[in-house]
Nanobody, 122 residues
Framework: QVQLVESGGGLVQAGGSLRLSCAASGRTFRSYHMAWFRQVPGKERKFVAGITSSGTSTYYADSVKGRFTISRDNAKNVVYLQMNSLKPEDTAVYLC???????????????WGQGTQVTVSS
């Protein structure tokens, strides 16, 4: 019921910044909690950041806390991930996801975007 499309990935040097966007379709967007996950080849998806449906609460993996900021604009049906002070270990495919429950577990999410590649060079 919700379609998600990520954009904004690219190649940056360590210490640089990127802003990822997740454009969502549907009238039910405001009912969903949203999150960003990341995945590298051969490994499982890892939770990066989450935000509640109203945007009043945010959650971050320890590895990105203080560097990344998740936000949403429900009027525009967009979720953002501002990524600052990027490190080579941040290199991954970043995926936007939607869920009806507050969770940092990938299997709890019902809708996923196609992903956008972020590559950080040293």
């Amino acid at each position: 019921q919700v379609q998600l499309v990520e954009s904004g990935g690219g190649l940056v040097q360590a210490g640089g910044s990127l802003r990822l966007s997740c454009a969502a379709s549907g009238r039910t967007f405001r009912s969903y909690h949203m999150a960003w996950f990341r995945q590298v080849p051969g490994k499982e998806r890892k939770f990066v950041a989450g935000i509640t449906s109203s945007g009043t609460s945010t959650y971050y993996a320890d590895s990105v806390k203080g560097r990344f900021t998740i936000s949403r604009d429900n009027a525009k049906n967009v979720v953002y991930l501002q990524m600052n002070s990027l490190k080579p270990e941040d290199t991954a495919v970043y995926l936007c996801a939607a869920t009806g429950v507050i969770s940092a577990i990938d299997r709890d999410y019902n809708y996923w975007g196609q992903g956008t590649q972020v590559t950080v060079s040293s």
